[in-house]
Each structure stands twice: as C-alpha cells, then as structure tokens.
C-alpha cells in the first residue's frame, strides 16, 4: 500500500478516535511551560536577513516579514516568511515548531521556495541565557542531505536573532545565514 492511500485511509479512522476518546475521558494535551516558549515568537516581525557567500566576504543583505500564530490550542507556533534571499529574488517559507515532551526538545518542519522539499529541527531552550539551540537537517538547494546548527538568541521581547551555521568546503563549520528580527508594535 502506497503512503498516499495509507493516509486516506487512516484519516477517518483518527478522525473518528480522537472525540470517542475525548468522550470517554481520555486527557487531551495541554499547553505547558514549554509551550509558553512557543508564545515569544507569536505576532509580525521585520527582519534582516545576512546571508554568507564564503569567508572574508561581505554578507548579502535583503529584507523580509515574519508572522508567527501560535495555534492547535496553543501546542504549536505556526510560522510564514516572505522577502527576499537576494535582492530580486523573491522567498517564501513556511514552518511550524511545538514542543516534543516524549523528546523533551523543541521539534520543528520548514519547508521554503529554495528547498527541494521539508527539514526536520530539534532544539533545546536554555532559559538562563535566552537561547534555543538545535540542528535542522533536509535537502539544500540541490537536493542533497543537509545538516545545520541553529542559534536564536532572545535579546529582549521585542528583538531576536537566528544564526545558521552550515558545513563549509573544509568541513569546518561556519555561518551561512543570520536574521535579525525585530516585533512589530
């Protein structure tokens, strides 16, 4: 059986389960403390995306909106991005995060207009310093297997930074990306 047709015919049988359980008083998940990590993200953020072409030389620079909704009953942030990744050309991204109490790490999925298909995140908050650092694997542009590390610093309620470090030719890591966001009011 294909995944396609697995799908179809899972759906309405989980469809079906999910209220007969609720009606028979099975606990349905809850935003925890967790999940209120998810919540400093929510609402519309400017931002300036550097990308780096190689070491020494100058970042590419463009500009982009990101807005963030916190959704499924508030276990999960549901992100859309659009600007562009150089000037002129255009980029639309879409993710979404929540948090994994199996994992007890922060899991993600992005997709965007520059991917051949979907990454996978996970990431780990450490509150005392105001960081979610993880990883994100998927394919780059050519379709190969990618694997990068993320930082998001969280300067202060209303500005963030993420910094995506990519394998460079000698295998050394080094940053391919940085957005600097900044809340709209």
Same mark, same amino acid.
């Given at each position: ?44 953020? @400017? ?52 948090? @994994? ?10 997709? @965007? ?53 990519? *394998?460079? *030719? ?16």
């Amino acid at each position: 059986m294909n995944l396609r047709k697995l799908a179809l015919t899972a759906a309405p049988a989980l469809f079906l389960a999910v209220p007969a359980a609720a009606q028979q008083g099975m606990p349905m998940p809850k935003p925890t403390a967790e999940h209120a990590i998810l919540t400093q993200d929510e609402g519309t953020w @400017d931002a300036v995306v550097e990308m780096f072409m190689g070491p020494g030389a100058p970042p590419v620079t463009s500009k982009g909106v990101e807005t963030n909704v916190v959704g499924c009953g508030g276990l999960c942030l549901i992100s859309d991005f659009k600007g562009e990744m150089a000037p002129g050309q255009p980029f639309h991204g879409h993710g979404t995060s929540a948090w @994994d109490p199996t994992k007890k790490k922060y899991v993600g999925s992005w997709t @965007d207009s520059m991917s051949n298909g979907i990454a996978m995140s996970e990431a780990t908050y450490d509150a005392a310093a105001k960081t979610m650092t993880g990883y994100m694997e998927g394919p780059d542009a050519t379709g190969k297997m990618a694997r990068m590390r993320s930082v998001v610093e969280y300067k202060d309620a209303s500005s963030r930074v993420f910094t995506m470090y990519m *394998p460079g *030719p000698d295998g050394k890591e080094l940053p391919g990306m940085r957005i600097s966001y900044k809340k709209r009011k």
